[in-house]
């Protein structure tokens, strides 16, 4: 545990300590978690504690209350409240999948579909935090979307964030288990589907397995039962020139492009990410 005399020490000297406590507890990234923690107990950036900042004793508890909730595996996401992600900071509570840079592949391939087309119309499923949606209305100033979730609390914070970033009148939330409760038809439809496998829940970091929405990661034994809805029914709710594009989780494109082309699409494509995995799977009718 930190010292109770932590509140005289400079920044340098808590972040050291904090260090240690955190690699004690098994954490990889000790250093860099430590720091992301006092700075924002601070209210400064990560180079001003460079200079040595001297920590007040109000401070230093929250610090070292921050410190024990990261040593439990808490993500720092959720304990600092937010997350960056295409170049935008999300709030994230429990309540939502905090989001990760291999999900900034899907909004960069959606981007670059939306790119020619001067009003799109764009499904979100399952948005969350409403990452995805949020990233590419302010990207694609003249897309139309519609972001459905299931959960109550994550549409509440997925609006705040549209509130905050400006764009809530070009999304339209909307509690749904799949697609809006209407006829409506898009050009685009996207989703970071739950893709863990029933199975591969306990393999995973004690950060996700623990803390984040399981909802929101395992659907199926397989992993593959969203994406598979996804595919049997999206066709009636595309325009004819129309994509879907799902995220998946490594190994899986080939069972997913399958998925689709079993539901009628005949112009399929993997996407990779930064790490050359496939990412993200795009169906077309043609």
Do not use: W
Not at 28 to 36: M, N, P, Q, S
Not at 138 to 163: F, H, Y
Not at 202 to 216: F, G, K, N, S, Y
Not at 256 to 282: H, K, P, Q, T, W
Request: overall charge negative; charged content about 25%.
């Amino acid at each position: 545990m930190m010292t109770q005399d932590a509140e005289a020490s400079t920044s340098r000297s808590i972040l050291e300590e904090a260090s240690r406590v955190l690699a004690g507890a098994g954490i990889e990234t000790a250093r860099l978690d430590a720091e992301v923690l006092l700075a924002h107990a601070c209210g400064v950036s990560r180079s001003a504690l460079l200079m040595g900042l001297s920590i007040d004793a109000d401070i230093a508890a929250n610090f070292r209350s921050m410190v024990g909730r990261r040593a439990s595996r808490e993500p720092v996401a959720y304990i600092i409240g937010s997350r960056e992600f295409f170049s935008l900071d999300f709030e994230v509570t429990p309540a939502v999948l905090i989001p990760r840079p291999e999900t900034e592949t899907l909004v960069a391939a959606a981007l670059k579909f939306l790119a020619p087309r001067r009003a799109p119309r764009v499904l979100d499923i399952g948005t969350g935090s409403g990452a995805i949606a949020i990233a590419l209305a302010a990207n694609a100033p003249g897309a139309k979307i519609i972001a459905t979730d299931i959960s109550k609390e994550a549409l509440e914070v997925a609006q705040r964030n549209a509130i905050r970033h400006r764009c809530g009148d070009r999304i339209e939330f909307r509690a749904a288990d799949l697609f809006p409760n209407d006829d409506s038809r898009f050009d685009l439809i996207v989703s970071n589907p739950p893709y863990v496998a029933a199975a591969d829940l306990e393999t995973l970091q004690p950060e996700i397995r623990l803390h984040e929405p399981r909802l929101a990661l395992v659907f199926g034994a397989d992993g593959l039962d969203m994406s598979r809805r996804i595919a049997t029914t999206s066709r009636m709710r595309l325009d004819s020139d129309g994509a879907v594009m799902v995220e998946i989780g490594a190994g899986q494109a080939t069972a997913v492009e399958a998925l689709f082309r079993r539901a009628g699409f005949s112009n399929i494509d993997a996407v990779r990410d930064l790490a050359r995995l496939e990412r993200v799977i795009s169906a077309r009718l043609a």
